[in-house]
Structures are given as structure tokens and as C-alpha cells.
């Protein structure tokens, strides 16, 4: 059974720092192209950030420069490393894990609020 559990979610301040993370069972981690998708009220689910099993990345242009995404293939854990976050970043967070299926966590809240 495939499961992926994010943490790290939270209230934060306009231009604080947190970091989310992704740990997943039930799939053979390394091979896996592993990304952060997020979702604000009433807007469609959106990518964040991926990175393939050979470690290349891809972000959000409204991320670039502030979110840095990796992984750790002995953990089975894909971080996502937010700063300089905004209001505009407020979301539901989701991690997502792609091969030849599509799993998705339950997703992890951010809440950028003075």
C-alpha cells in the first residue's frame, strides 16, 4: 500500500521560513519523480515543484528563487523548503509521487499571516 504523509505545515509570518516534508512507503522511492502541488480556496490544485529521480528540478515561476525542493533517497523523503513566504502562498500542500502510477498525500496546511 502506497502512502505518503506530509508534515511541517503551519501558521507563519509574511517572510518567514518553514519546511515540509514527505515521507512515502510503499513505492520504491529512488525511481520516482516526487513534487509538491498546492491548492488555495477556490482555485485549481497547481504545481509548486518536482524533481525526477535524477535529482533535476522544476518550480513554479511565482516560486523560483524562494523555494528549494530535494530528497533524500535513504529516507524516502522529498523536502520542500519555503522562504520569503507571502499571503499569496497560503494553501492546502500536497506531495505527489509519479512512475507508472499517480499518488498523492492528504495534504499538509500553510497558512502566511501577519
Known amino acids: 500500500q502506497v502512502q505518503l504523509v506530509e508534515s511541517g505545515g503551519g501558521l507563519v509570518q509574511p517572510g518567514g521560513s518553514l519546511r515540509l516534508s514527505c515521507a512515502a512507503s510503499?513505492?520504491?522511492?529512488?525511481?520516482?519523480?516526487m513534487g509538491w502541488y498546492r491548492q488555495a480556496p477556490g482555485k485549481q490544485r497547481e504545481l509548486v515543484a518536482t524533481?525526477?529521480?535524477?535529482?533535476?528540478?522544476n518550480y513554479a515561476d511565482s516560486v523560483k528563487g524562494r523555494f528549494t525542493i530535494s530528497r533524500d533517497n535513504a529516507k524516502n523523503t522529498v523536502y520542500l523548503q519555503m522562504n520569503s513566504l507571502k499571503p499569496d502562498d497560503t494553501a492546502l500542500y500536497y506531495c505527489?509521487?509519479?512512475?507508472?502510477?499517480?499518488?498523492w498525500g492528504q495534504g499538509t496546511q500553510v497558512t502566511v499571516s501577519p
Open positions: 524533481i525526477t529521480s535524477g535529482r533535476s528540478t
Open positions: 505527489n509521487a509519479q512512475y507508472r502510477g499517480v499518488y
Open positions: 510503499g513505492i520504491i522511492f529512488s525511481i520516482y519523480q
